[in-house]
């Protein structure tokens, strides 16, 4: 089993910048790829960005390509998700996932229900 623990959450103003931590422990071993998802009040969880321990491929929702970056830290068994340019739309509970399934292409990550071990969020408040 990995456990999970977010960190890195906070309330900032539109166009500044916050970094996301998210440590993992226990089986690491077991877990193929990371990813961050966002849920809003009132809206669905949506994925944000997900990378592979093994290789760093990374893959992104088109909302957040050129201001996210997520990256990992193999030694550290830490995924982080640098978001830059924040805007009122990234206010969310932000939370990051694992999955021990190896896909062929990165983009079949962005689909929650591979996901199977779960942080317990950290609030991002973007004010205008």
């Known amino acids: 089993q990995v456990q999970l623990v977010e960190s890195g959450g906070g309330l900032v103003q539109a166009g500044d910048s916050l970094k996301l931590s998210c440590a993992a422990s226990?089986?690491?071993?077991?877990?193929?790829?990371m990813g961050w998802f966002r849920q809003a009040p009132g809206k669905e969880r949506e994925f944000v960005a997900a990378?592979?321990?093994?290789?760093?491929?990374?893959y992104y929702t088109e909302s957040v390509k050129g201001r996210f970056t997520i990256s990992r830290d193999n030694a550290q068994n830490t995924v982080y998700l640098q978001m830059n340019n924040l805007k009122p739309e990234d206010t969310a509970v932000y939370s990051c996932?694992?999955?021990?399934?190896?896909?062929?292409?990165?983009?079949?990550?962005?689909?929650?229900?591979?996901?199977?071990?779960w942080g317990q969020g950290t609030q991002v408040t973007v004010s205008s």
């Open positions: 996932a694992a999955t021990s399934r190896v896909l062929s292409s990165m983009s079949m990550y962005s689909s929650i229900r591979l996901y199977d071990t």
């Open positions: 990378i592979r321990w093994s290789s760093g491929s990374t």
């Open positions: 226990g089986r690491i071993f077991s877990s193929s790829a």
